[in-house]
């Protein structure tokens, strides 16, 4: 990775688009008032606002004007991980940031969101309706008991209401979570039992892939398993009356009363967001109003250089973090563009449709979808207009290079490519977008402001070139305050804290460049260790993922008995392929040519499908486990998986090995 330096990059930003980007006018302005570097570029800010961390935050506080309805004391109160205090003393509404744009009269008429679906009708929301509907709708659960820190749930689709939901429960101090009507009940009570909801909001069904699929009687058994709900509120996306004893929304949100913003202290909680959950109860974890505030401030309007001109569309549902990032949008003044179906329907090139109708102009996906319009052989750039978009931004898994290419090529050639990588955990960010820096192929701009990212070996040293352990070695604000029913702090403490006391260990390997960039490897509890050397499967399945007879791999490394390595790499075969000698020869040569003789599989295995959690992301540590011969039941949460019955070959595959 050293000779890093000498390779040309894909995308270099023009001086005007540097100079105008609102990091270079933030940059300038903290030179002049808090001390930063004013040359230098983004490398010389960033040294500067982890050296000098509490002086950064205050400046993006000030930068984007917070408001602080109590003054805080000092910025960085205890520093220690777990544990560090942010702001105290101070008190703010997140949701009261969220919608100020609705206060500006050239504004207010202009559109907060637009709302498309399958049938790509465009439906807008215009700020000062969205603000009305927000002050109702607090007003109506202030009159159900709605207390600050009490949790509102919501098992609804990416729509407008789950919006108003969410920020009405901001506005009167209550703690949001959410889950996608896709998920089933076991998965959903796995994580709304933990937290208790006293209101759920909920639709009667949703559409997607061209169908529609009714949840009535999943909206019952949650009923009847959350004993702690007050109300329950239907919304009828499907045109079903609302079941006996639950509220109409339409008469919730009818009123035209000014929102009343409960103002709270800086960490008091703002939403429950869940870890996958893969191997046991999803973790519940507590981020803050005050933290996400100031965090995704400096994300969406640094990092991502988004203001009021423009159109932030993302494909996610409402159980993944990046639907409250994009709901961050609001802060400002972006309108959002939320879809609402399959990202494949009716055809592959569903998403860009979606962007040309929308004028989108920061335009997010995943890594999976960019290779499957790759695989389909599809051209955006050709086939729509997608002159708006300024940026086209990937999470979810690292993008191969290869996807950085078709991006370049099929989307556009003078176009910001930002592969951003970060974790439910902290609701943001580690490394990713940076408009003012150019993109190289196959890898994350650079790290965040306020970020101290790192790359440790096992001793806790730093490397520059080499595979390491992601690290950050100083608090976020966005980092979770805690676990829900997590009294002692132990499982937050476990899961980051354990490896490197006080040091946040995300479980990433990662690759930092001696220019600054970063490279992700895949996860490092699944890692692949041959001969003690430690390789990430990120970097297989790009290699293996680029014939077209592979739909998609999973590689799996087993320490046997007898000391002994074993590596098979699963495959799901696209169709009309077949696992012929001719084939794995293929898969083994792709491998050995572009990594090296050690990543070559041991076996080549098909399978009928690779297993996901309910947010898109290959299993491997459920697998590994099955495979060394944990029982399915203590291997895997159930309600964490897409298809459990894909599990059943892996399970059947370590019998036969036995």
């Not at 004013?38 to 506080?61: K, N, P």
Request: with cysteine; net charge negative; glycine share 8%.
């Amino acid at each position: 990775m050293t000779s890093a330096a000498d390779e040309a990059p894909l995308w270099q930003p023009g001086p005007d688009r540097i100079a105008t980007a609102a990091v270079t006018r933030f940059q300038s302005w903290a030179a002049e008032r808090h001390g930063a570097p004013a040359e230098g570029g983004y490398a010389s800010l960033h040294r500067w606002s982890v050296d000098e961390l509490d002086t950064f935050w205050q400046a993006v506080a000030e930068w984007f004007d917070v408001r602080f309805s109590t003054p805080y004391e000092t910025v960085i109160g205890d520093r220690t991980m777990p544990g560090a205090q942010w702001f105290p003393g101070a008190t703010l509404n997140y949701a009261e940031h969220a919608l100020r744009t609705a206060e500006d009269p050239l504004r207010a008429d202009a559109p907060a969101l637009l709302h498309v679906d399958e049938t790509h009708t465009q439906v807008p929301t215009s700020w000062s309706e969205l603000r009305r509907q927000v002050g109702s709708l607090a007003a109506g659960l202030r009159a159900l008991g709605v207390t600050p820190g009490d949790r509102v749930s919501g098992y609804l689709p990416n729509i407008p209401q789950a919006v108003v939901a969410f920020l009405a429960t901001a506005a009167v101090g209550g703690v949001w979570t959410s889950c996608a009507p896709d998920f089933g009940a076991r998965s959903v009570l796995d994580r709304f039992q933990q937290v208790e909801p006293v209101v759920l909001f909920t639709v009667d069904g949703y559409r997607y892939g061209g169908k529609e699929h009714h949840r009535a009687d999943t909206v019952a058994e949650l009923r009847r398993e959350l004993p702690t709900l007050r109300a329950v509120v239907h919304i009828p996306l499907l045109g079903t009356d609302a079941p006996e004893g639950a509220l109409d929304w339409s008469a919730l949100t009818a009123a035209d009363t000014e929102p009343v913003f409960e103002q709270v202290p800086f960490d008091h909680p703002l939403w429950v967001l869940y870890s996958s959950g893969t191997t046991g109860l999803p973790k519940a974890i507590v981020q803050s109003q005050g933290g996400i505030l100031l965090e995704h401030f400096k994300q969406i309007g640094l990092h991502c250089d988004l203001g009021p001109e423009d159109r932030f569309f993302w494909y996610t549902s409402t159980g993944w973090m990046m639907w409250n990032f994009l709901v961050s949008g609001l802060l400002t003044g972006t309108t959002l563009v939320l879809y609402d179906g399959s990202p494949g329907y009716p055809d592959v090139s569903a998403q860009w449709r979606v962007a040309e109708q929308t004028g989108a102009t920061l335009f997010g996906t995943s890594a999976a979808y960019v290779m499957a319009c790759r695989k389909a052989d599809i051209h955006p750039g050709r086939d729509f207009d997608l002159s708006r978009i300024q940026c086209v931004a990937t999470t979810g898994s690292p993008l191969p290079p290869d996807g950085f290419r078709w991006l370049h090529d099929e989307v556009a050639d003078d176009l910001w490519i930002a592969s951003v990588s970060g974790g439910t955990d902290v609701c943001s960010c580690f490394a990713g977008a940076v408009p003012t820096l150019p993109v190289h192929i196959g890898e994350l701009q650079a790290a965040c402001l306020g970020t101290d990212l790192q790359s440790w070996d096992p001793a806790g040293r730093p490397l520059t070139g080499e595979v390491g352990e992601l690290v950050v070695t100083q608090p976020m604000p966005s980092m979770p305050v805690r676990f829900w029913n997590d009294p002692d702090g132990s499982r937050y403490h476990d899961s980051y804290f354990e490896m490197y006391p006080g040091v946040w260990r995300h479980g990433d390997w990662i690759t930092i460049t001696d220019r600054g960039s970063v490279v992700i490897h895949g996860r490092s509890d699944s890692t692949l260790n041959r001969q003690g050397v430690r390789m990430g499967s990120a970097d297989i399945y790009e290699a293996v993922e680029r014939l077209p007879e592979i739909r998609e791999s999973l590689v799996i490394g087993l320490e046997e008995p007898d000391g002994g390595y074993w590596m098979p790499l699963f495959v799901h075969l696209a169709e009309g392929a077949a696992l012929d000698d001719e084939l794995r020869d293929a898969i083994k040569r792709t491998i050995r040519e572009n990594l090296s003789p050690r990543h070559v599989p041991d076996e080549v295995i098909e399978v009928p499908g690779i297993p996901h959690t309910l947010t898109g992301k290959r299993i491997e540590v459920p697998v590994k486990r099955l495979l060394q011969g944990t029982a399915l039941a203590k291997a895997v949460n159930p309600g964490s998986i897409d298809n459990l019955e894909l599990l059943h070959f892996y399970e059947e595959l370590a019998r036969k090995r036995r």
